[in-house]
């Protein structure tokens, strides 16, 4: 496919810019990505989680393997409460059992802004209270600890913070510290944070026990980068404007405790070449007019708005469990998670097989049955699994008393 009069302006090289780079080259699509640092990935102490629908989307641009190179798969989950019970899952086992069976040149420049002008003149922006901020998070990499093992994830259970970790590769530990702050914040009025601050919270953690004999402390003390920043937690319904279009983090914040954030960012990236594929496979010659890229965009948004809902949802409730926000998550979190057995695989797949594959390129080969096996039918909501908990509790309460 070709066609020299369209051209993509991507601003910024972030995940869905990208991917969605990588997109427009295969269609034959003229694009250039402007990024205003003077490096695509500074190293602040940030990672990122490939999961398998994100994966399969990469493996169909031909970039999976270089990606497999540089990562430790998981192989075991581990939860830590207060009390110091803990126990172990294989559900990340299980799912890559299910699921499965760095990148070439593109045209890119450094260093660039990109500020939208109105034709009335005015500058184009973004104010909205959708927007909520009830959260922070300190993250970092720490170097490695002989007592944590390669494949590990570790999650601690406290009231009013958590710990999600991550054992990479050669040992090295990616971490997550949330902190449930004092009150809500809208967008405009969050709060910002320092490395003074980040070293405040850490440090006033130190003592508190991450797995086995290993406290956070030892993390703390072999870090390597570590930033702090407010968890943006939003939904926007409203994507684009003119011929310009919002996709990944501009346009949903996603708590990670899903590891689903820069997936979404590659399912957007995905979509949105369906769509202009979709158009230039009907109109090979024909250059879309500002209705048709409207038209694109209005069915961009409508395709992927019901599953980010969900997502959503779903990285909500778990920030708030792993927190013990409320009575209801601590119960969920204490009696019911030790004992779930495959459900947290069963939960995770039919969100992964809900997911979008590039039209365009032939279908990932890293296909196991999960995929036909957790395709959307009829889906349980969360709601659905509170309500039938608290009726067992009931029960349970009744049959004691």
Same mark, same amino acid.
């Given at each position: 496919?070709?066609?020299?009069?369209?051209?993509?302006?991507?601003?910024?090289?972030?995940?869905?810019?990208?991917?969605?780079?990588? $997109?427009? !080259?295969?269609?034959?699509?003229?694009?250039?990505?402007?990024? !205003?640092?003077?490096?695509?990935?500074?190293?602040?102490?940030? +990672?990122?989680?490939?999961?398998?629908?994100?994966?399969?989307?990469?493996?169909?641009?031909?970039?999976?393997?270089?990606?497999?190179?540089?990562?430790?798969?998981?192989?075991?989950?581990?939860? !830590?409460?207060?009390?110091?019970? %803990?126990?172990?899952?294989?559900?990340?086992?299980?799912? *890559?059992? *299910?699921?499965?069976?760095?990148?070439?040149?593109?045209?890119?420049?450094?260093?660039?802004?990109?500020?939208?002008?109105?034709?009335?003149?005015? #500058?184009?922006?973004?104010? @909205?209270?959708?927007?909520?901020?009830?959260?922070? $998070?300190?993250?970092?990499?720490? +170097?490695?600890?002989?007592?944590?093992?390669?494949?590990?994830?570790? #999650?601690?259970?406290?009231?009013?913070?958590?710990?999600? +970790?991550?054992?990479?590769?050669?040992?090295?530990?990616?971490?997550?510290?949330?902190?449930?702050?004092?009150?809500? /914040?809208?967008?405009?009025?969050?709060?910002?944070?320092?490395?003074?601050?980040? %070293?405040?919270?850490?440090?006033?953690?130190?003592?508190?026990?991450?797995?086995?004999?290993?406290?956070?402390?030892?993390?703390?003390? =072999?870090?390597?980068?570590?930033?702090?920043?407010?968890?943006?937690?939003?939904?926007?319904?409203?994507?684009?404007?003119?011929?310009?279009?919002?996709?990944?983090? @501009?346009?949903?914040?996603?708590?990670?405790?899903?590891?689903?954030?820069?997936?979404?960012?590659?399912?957007?990236?995905?979509?949105? %070449?369906?769509?202009? /594929?979709?158009?230039? &496979?009907?109109?090979?010659?024909?250059?879309? +007019? &500002?209705?048709?890229? %409207?038209?694109?965009?209005? =069915?961009? #948004? *409508?395709?992927?708005?019901?599953?980010?809902?969900?997502?959503?949802?779903? @990285?909500?409730?778990?920030?708030?469990?792993?927190? =013990?926000?409320?009575?209801?998550? !601590?119960?969920?979190?204490?009696?019911?998670?030790?004992?779930?057995?495959?459900?947290?695989?069963?939960?995770? &797949?039919?969100?992964?097989?809900?997911?979008?594959?590039?039209?365009?390129?032939?279908?990932?080969? =890293?296909?196991?049955?999960?995929?036909?096996?957790?395709?959307?039918?009829?889906?349980?909501?969360?709601?659905?699994?509170?309500?039938?908990?608290?009726?067992?509790?009931?029960?349970?309460?009744?049959?004691?008393?």
């Amino acid at each position: 496919m070709s066609n020299e009069r369209f051209k993509v302006i991507i601003v910024g090289g972030s995940i869905a810019g990208l991917t969605l780079a990588h $997109c427009l !080259r295969r269609l034959g699509i003229d694009y250039v990505v402007l990024e !205003r640092r003077d490096e695509i990935a500074p190293q602040e102490g940030a +990672s990122i989680g490939i999961m398998p629908n994100g994966g399969r989307i990469l493996d169909q641009l031909g970039l999976y393997d270089q990606i497999e190179e540089l990562v430790e798969p998981l192989s075991s989950a581990h939860m !830590r409460y207060p009390s110091g019970f %803990s126990f172990q899952s294989n559900w990340p086992n299980k799912l *890559r059992e *299910r699921i499965t069976k760095l990148m070439s040149p593109y045209k890119l420049k450094m260093g660039l802004a990109l500020t939208v002008t109105l034709l009335s003149g005015q #500058t184009a922006y973004i104010a @909205s209270t959708d927007m909520t901020i009830e959260y922070a $998070c300190v993250y970092g990499i720490s +170097s490695p600890n002989a007592s944590l093992t390669p494949g590990q994830q570790i #999650t601690c259970l406290n009231d009013g913070w958590s710990i999600l +970790s991550v054992i990479g590769k050669k040992g090295r530990t990616f971490w997550f510290l949330f902190l449930k702050l004092g009150q809500r /914040y809208t967008y405009g009025a969050a709060p910002r944070f320092s490395a003074r601050d980040a %070293s405040f919270y850490c440090d006033r953690l130190r003592d508190e026990p991450y797995w086995g004999n290993v406290r956070f402390g030892d993390l703390w003390d =072999r870090r390597e980068a570590f930033n702090m920043a407010p968890l943006e937690e939003m939904l926007f319904s409203q994507w684009h404007w003119g011929r310009i279009v919002c996709i990944g983090d @501009s346009m949903h914040k996603i708590a990670p405790h899903t590891g689903q954030g820069a997936n979404c960012a590659i399912e957007d990236g995905a979509s949105l %070449s369906n769509q202009l /594929y979709e158009h230039f &496979s009907k109109n090979y010659t024909h250059k879309p +007019s &500002s209705l048709e890229i %409207s038209r694109i965009f209005q =069915r961009l #948004t *409508r395709d992927r708005m019901g599953r980010l809902a969900d997502i959503d949802r779903t @990285s909500r409730f778990a920030m708030r469990l792993q927190a =013990r926000d409320g009575v209801v998550r !601590r119960l969920l979190g204490r009696i019911f998670l030790p004992y779930a057995r495959d459900k947290l695989a069963d939960w995770a &797949s039919a969100d992964i097989a809900n997911t979008v594959t590039l039209a365009m390129l032939p279908a990932s080969k =890293r296909k196991g049955p999960g995929w036909e096996q957790f395709k959307p039918k009829s889906r349980v909501s969360l709601g659905g699994i509170v309500a039938g908990f608290l009726f067992l509790c009931g029960l349970i309460i009744a049959i004691t008393a």
